[in-house]
């Protein structure tokens, strides 16, 4: 999928980053403009239009819980995948206090869900990291072990964000079962893409991941699990959800999330075909590379390897320039000065990382460009840090 350049280059740049948003599905733009029109009302109110926004909220509501197997009544819409996640953690903390103040969460999981962790244990409460190898994935026996009588809520991503391993969710999900213990699931980068395990509590998720609508979050609480808002109380979305319904984002998050699912069966191998490609030939064409996360038990979209001896963000900057549209999980910002702590917590090279992840449609032509142009640009940053490999 080409995308014209951002820079003004009279060429389309490839656009390789859908692991942080993917463009907009054609489900999703047919069916936000038709709910402009149609469900701009307040679906609270009692008068025709409001009805019909009502419905056309409930028929999205529906639709995801479909896509998702779980029921409508379960489903909360939210105004972003973040939003969800801070309510499924804080909420679940909440609303087994009387369990106990005790959180165990995985090494990897995405800054949203440690940063929940982190005002939990400000506000008094105690946290347990479970550590991964070298491949990202948790030990659902180390994971077992990290329970006690005091754990109110644990944390297991379906698949990590920046090297697309799929985590053992099923094998953790029935060890928390057996303690008594809800698991939650962050699924930002698999809802729409891979199946989810099942066994799961609450879940979130993010629309703009699939192909809908930015600032739209799913918020997934199964029947019989204990929740209580962290927020102040408000009568919208079943009291789990605080302000305004954005009825035509939901239509469209909900139309997205149904299309994708229905075409996954046909895309997700072919996109993972692709995947494969660059992992077996970029260590070949490129020296000193390290192709990290799991090499078969990982996300169809999803690839990320880490060059010596090249800053990430130059790297990004030069493929940025010949019109590969790509990001790195362990860039260095001026806030944090502090690379990924995913491939921290790997134990892998954090440096000159790249992360491709294939949006639907990725033309294999553009995959193959991108491997002819990388083992020069790789070269050339090398050569001007008086960096020489074979």
């Known amino acids: 999928m080409a995308h014209r350049n951002a820079s003004g280059a009279g060429f389309d740049a490839a656009y390789f980053d859908a692991a942080s948003t993917e463009p907009l599905h054609p489900a999703a733009r047919e069916a936000l403009l038709g709910a402009l029109d149609a469900g701009w ?47 499924a953690v804080l909420g679940g903390l909440r609303g087994r206090r009387r369990a106990g103040r005790h959180l165990v969460v995985s090494a990897v999981e995405h800054s949203s869900v440690l940063h929940a962790a982190e005002a939990h244990e400000r506000d008094g409460g105690e946290v347990t990291t479970v550590g991964v190898d070298r491949q990202g994935r948790v030990d659902p026996e180390a994971f077992a072990a ?4 005091d754990t109110a809520l644990a944390c297991l991503q379906s698949a990590n964000h920046e090297v697309g391993t799929l985590q053992p969710v099923e094998e953790v999900a029935g060890t928390c079962r057996a303690a008594g213990v809800p698991l939650f699931v962050d699924a930002a980068q698999s809802a729409g893409r891979a199946e989810i395990p099942p066994g799961w509590s609450s879940l979130a998720a993010s629309a703009h ?13 199964r029947k019989n699990t204990r929740w209580r808002s962290p927020l102040p109380e408000d009568e919208r979305e079943g009291r789990r959800v605080p ?20 075409e996954t069966a046909a895309e997700a191998p072919r996109l993972s075909a692709l995947i494969d490609r660059i992992r077996e030939r970029v260590p070949r064409l490129v020296p000193d590379v390290e ?10 979209h999803l690839v990320t390897f880490s060059c010596l001896y090249v800053a990430g963000e130059a790297l990004l900057t030069e493929l940025d320039r010949l019109g590969f549209a790509v990001s790195s999980g362990s860039s260095c910002t001026a806030d944090t000065l502090r690379p990924s702590h995913v491939l921290e917590a790997m134990g892998v090279i954090t440096h000159g990382n790249v992360r ?14 991108f491997l002819t142009v990388l083992p020069d640009a790789v070269a050339r940053l090398r050569r001007s840090a008086g960096v020489s490999t074979p």
């Open 243 to 262: 302000g305004f319904e954005n009825v035509p984002g939901a239509v469209a998050a909900a139309a997205a999330l149904a299309a994708r699912s229905a």
């Open 209 to 221: 991941k699939w192909g809908g609508p930015p600032g739209v979050g799913l918020l997934v609480i």
């Open 41 to 87: 009302a307040d679906p609270a109110r009692l008068y025709g239009a409001a009805r019909g926004a009502r419905v056309m909220l409930d028929g999205a509501r529906a639709q995801a819980a479909g896509a998702l197997g779980v029921r409508p009544d379960e489903v909360f819409f939210t105004t972003s995948g973040t939003q969800a996640v801070h309510l």
């Open 291 to 300: 192709v990290v996360g799991d090499p078969v038990r990982r996300l169809p």
């Open 146 to 149: 990290a329970l006690r009588p």
């Open 356 to 369: 491709v992840s294939l949006p639907r449609g990725a033309d294999p032509a553009d995959v193959d460009r």
